[in-house]
């Protein structure tokens, strides 16, 4: 076990898709700065997240990328951060996964793509009630969609990796819900592609992006593309860290670009975390907690 920052800007600016953030671009715009979380809601339309036309684009290009990927049978290079915790996981012929903020599925027809059919993978996403909805289009038996992270766990014999993607910064409560996630028990827990304050406070902000930049792929025929806004939470790294710690080695931390938001005068920075189950490592290596 390592635990370490690892500076991989230089890789992993070109290992983002376009989900609900897509650019690693540094920061050239000011965001402003609000007190609290429900302050930068009411600053923001009423349906912000679940905002239907929002949801329809995120399905429908979920719809058109799984379809291309079963034509030309080509992963791109973007694709690659889905597989670090699928890879890192992977102990065995199953794979259980839970996906908090895994919009239409995106990340599970990567996996189905770069596995093939060598793993027998299960695959529960977590998202808003309207995407759960409008997400049925995609459910098969092997991918299934919940707004409830209990119940998205009890649907599985055990979980093998708890994956979150840039969805934590969207959540009113991320630590709240960080702690859910951690409460799965999952063997291993993977966040990437999400931006913490490095002080001791939380920051809360509005983001505003194109219709078209989320979700993978182009914006489809029949939409109108327009700008959408919503709030977003920057929680304190060191309350990240201390709530992971609780029950789980951090096995590698990646610094995986700066400056990405600026809020007020304050730089955001974007990072991922790879951990381990603590009883996991103890049982494998002996390791006192």
């Known amino acids: 076990m ?72 080509v992963l791109e290079f973007s694709d690659i951060r889905t597989l670090i915790g699928l890879g890192l996981s992977k102990t065995g012929y199953s794979l259980n996964v839970i996906d908090f903020g895994g919009g ?19 695959w529960n996403v977590v998202e808003t009630t309207a995407m759960v909805n409008e997400s049925r289009r995609l459910a098969n038996d092997r991918l299934k969609f919940f707004d409830n992270i209990a119940e998205a766990a009890n649907d599985l014999p055990s979980v093998d990796l708890v994956f979150t993607s840039s969805a934590l910064q969207y959540c009113p409560n991320p630590l709240a819900f960080l702690k859910q996630l951690i409460d799965v028990n999952a063997k291993h827990l993977y966040i990437t592609r999400t931006p913490f304050s490095n002080g001791d406070d939380d920051i809360f902000s509005t983001q505003v992006s194109n219709l078209s930049a989320n979700g ?60 381990v189950l603590k009883k996991l490592v103890r049982d494998n290596s002996g390791l006192r907690s």
Do not use: W
């Not at 991989?8 to 979380?37: D, G, N, V």
């Not at 239409?104 to 990567?110: I, M, N």
């Not at 939470?233 to 201390?242: G, W």
């Open 216 to 275: 993978p792929g182009p914006l489809p025929s029949g939409y109108v593309d327009k700008k959408i806004t919503y709030p977003i939470s920057y929680i304190s790294q060191s309350k990240v860290e201390a709530a992971l710690n609780e029950h789980y080695h951090i096995q590698f931390k990646t610094l995986e670009d700066q400056a990405i938001h600026l809020v007020g005068n304050t730089e955001i920075d974007m990072y991922g975390y790879f951990c």
């Open 104 to 122: 239409g599925g995106y990340h599970y027809t990567v996996a189905a793509a770069a596995l093939g059919g060598l793993t027998d993978l299960k």
């Open 2 to 73: 390592f635990k370490r920052a690892l500076k991989m800007k230089s890789i992993l600016r070109s290992l983002a898709p376009p989900l609900l953030l897509t650019s690693l671009k540094k920061a050239t715009s000011r965001r402003p700065k609000y007190r609290t979380y429900l302050d930068a809601a009411a600053a923001c339309p009423k349906d912000a997240y679940q905002h239907r036309e929002l949801v329809n684009v995120v399905v429908d290009k979920n719809i058109a990328f799984k379809q291309t990927l079963s034509t030309k049978n």
